[in-house]
């Protein structure tokens, strides 16, 4: 019903819209929010199906009518390959997530990248670490994907994990160049690391982005692990607990500067 709604409530709003164009512009602008709404309609009755099971939160049936779509016709449309990702995972289904994938490279590579977040995600609901850790690190360095994605284990696990670039060479706070999931790939990368036990690697990737990170749940989750696991099981544990408590206190002293500023600005307030 949310979605019909929504619909039912848009074409009204769009044939307010036209009316008005009409009565008061010329007959032609009213051309513009008609063709809007001839967009809006075919959109709505070509996913009604969609927009249904996503309604009812049928996700068994919703992912039947997406791989009946993507899989089956072919539609490698980046939202529904999305979707039907995360689909998958909403039912723990790691498998199809994985079919999903290496179906998805083979026609459009550029899904894994844009899609990096979820299909990394399904190795780790799959307790395979390392595999996670390849994954990752293929993603953030392209240069590595073959070396990262080679099979053998652990051991080239390490190798991707150490051969990595250092976060300061990313933008991490989502440009163009670095993609807007670039921060939480690199993240999700590090959370590998730890879960595969690797912590000395871990602890410079969380190190890193809780320095330069501008997204604060990333920041605040790096801590955490710094102040935590990571400075009892990393080689440098030391550095780690040092490093949170440095970058607390800079929080700290922000929030009490922010917290300054805004009482001088009442006080100044309250003098006019």
Request: aromatic fraction near 12%.
């Amino acid at each position: 019903m949310k979605f019909k709604f929504i619909f039912i409530l848009s074409n009204i709003i769009i044939l307010f819209l036209s009316a008005i164009f009409l009565t008061n512009f010329a007959p032609l602008m009213a051309l513009i929010p008609g063709a809007g709404l001839i967009i809006l309609d075919i959109l709505y009755f070509s996913n009604r199906r969609l927009f249904l099971l996503m309604e009812r939160g049928d996700y068994p049936a919703l992912s039947g009518y997406l791989e009946m779509r993507v899989l089956r016709r072919g539609h490698y449309f980046p939202p529904l390959v999305r979707l039907l990702a995360n689909t998958y995972l909403a039912m723990a289904d790691t498998a199809g997530v994985m079919n999903l994938e290496n179906k998805a490279a083979l026609v459009k590579p550029a899904l894994l990248e844009s899609n990096a977040f979820v299909f990394g995600t399904a190795r780790l609901l799959a307790a395979d670490n390392a595999g996670a850790v390849r994954f990752f690190a293929a993603r953030l360095e392209p240069a590595q994907a073959g070396r990262a994605g080679n099979p053998r284990g652990r051991t080239r696990a390490v190798s991707a994990a150490n051969s990595a670039p250092s976060a300061a060479g990313w933008d991490l706070n989502g440009s163009k160049a670095a993609g807007r999931d670039r921060p939480w790939v690199r993240w999700y990368y590090g959370f590998s690391l730890l879960l595969d036990r690797q912590f000395t690697p871990a602890a410079e990737q969380f190190r890193l982005l809780a320095e330069e990170s501008s997204d604060t749940l990333i920041v605040g989750l790096s801590v955490y692990f710094l102040g935590t696991t990571l400075q009892r099981n990393a080689e440098n544990g030391l550095v780690c607990l040092a490093a949170a408590q440095h970058i607390l206190k800079t929080i700290h002293l922000a929030i009490f500067d922010i917290t300054l500023l805004m009482e001088s600005t009442f006080f100044i307030s309250g003098l006019d």
